[in-house]
C-alpha cells in the first residue's frame, strides 16, 4: 500500500497557471530593466496591456460589429496574465495557489481551469456593461475573485453539513470587500472592483455545478429547507 503524502499535491492546472502568471511578469521585469527585448523593452508591458488586455472596444468589436477573430476573442480570457505591478503579481500568485489547490481538492484540478475562466470571462463583460470600460481591463484578480467564490461555495456546503452557520463562509470576501473600501476612500475608485466582483459572482455561481453532484445536489438541497 502506497503511503499517503503528510502535504497535498498542488493540482498540475493550478501550478501551470501560477507559472504562466509569474513568468510574464518576469520577462515584463526583465525588459524594464533593459536585459531583454532592448530598448524597446521598456514599453513591453503597455505593449502587452494594448495586445491582450479587455476594454469597451473589445466589447464592441465581438457582440455588435460580430468581430469574431482570434485577436478579440482571446482578450476575455488573456487579460488576467498582464499585471501592473511586481506585488500585484506576487498577490495573485500566491492566492492562485492557496485557493486552487483547496478548489481542485474538492472539484477537481481541471475544474479550477474552468472556474478561472469563466469568472475572467464574466469579469469582463460585467466590467463593460456596469462602466464606461474606457479604463482598461488587466490583473489577474477577477478570476482570483472566482476562485475565491468557489473557495466559499464549498465551505458554505461544509457548515451546512456541520450545521453551522452558512453565513461565515463569506468572511474572506467580506474582509477584501472592507480592504477595498478603504482603499477607495484613501486612494480613488478604480472601476476594476466590478470585474473582481462579478469574478466571485461568476465563480460562486457555477460551484453549483461543478460541486460533487451538481445541480441535481443543489436541487435535492433546496427542498430539503423548503
Do not use: H
Not at 501560477?18 to 533593459?34: D, R
Amino acid at each position: 500500500m502506497k503511503p499517503e503524502s503528510p502535504v497535498n499535491v498542488i493540482p498540475p492546472i493550478v501550478i501551470l497557471l501560477t507559472l504562466v502568471i509569474v513568468g510574464i511578469e518576469l520577462v515584463l521585469q526583465l525588459a524594464n530593466q533593459g536585459i531583454v527585448g532592448g530598448p524597446q523593452g521598456v514599453g513591453w508591458r503597455l505593449e502587452a496591456v494594448r495586445e491582450y488586455g479587455f476594454s469597451g472596444r473589445v466589447f464592441e468589436q465581438v457582440f455588435e460589429r460580430g468581430d469574431y477573430s482570434v485577436d478579440m476573442l482571446k482578450r476575455f480570457v488573456t487579460y488576467p496574465f498582464v499585471n501592473g505591478a511586481l506585488t500585484q503579481v506576487a498577490f495573485c500568485a500566491a492566492l492562485t495557489l492557496a485557493l486552487g489547490k483547496f478548489v481542485g481538492e474538492y472539484y477537481g484540478g481541471l475544474k479550477v481551469l474552468v472556474v478561472y475562466l469563466f469568472s475572467a470571462i464574466c469579469g469582463a463583460v460585467a466590467y463593460v456593461l456596469l462602466s464606461s470600460g474606457t479604463y482598461p481591463l488587466f490583473g489577474g484578480f477577477p478570476p482570483v475573485y472566482g476562485l475565491i467564490g468557489a473557495y466559499t461555495y464549498a465551505l458554505w456546503l461544509r457548515l451546512s453539513q456541520a450545521g453551522e452557520n452558512q453565513l461565515l463562509a463569506f468572511r474572506l470576501i467580506g474582509v477584501l470587500l472592507l480592504i477595498q473600501l478603504i482603499y477607495g476612500l484613501f486612494f480613488g475608485v478604480v472601476p476594476t472592483w466590478i470585474a473582481e466582483l462579478a469574478g466571485f459572482f461568476a465563480g460562486f455561481g457555477i460551484s453549483v455545478l461543478l460541486a460533487p453532484g451538481g445541480w441535481a445536489a443543489f436541487l435535492a438541497r433546496m427542498r430539503q429547507r423548503a
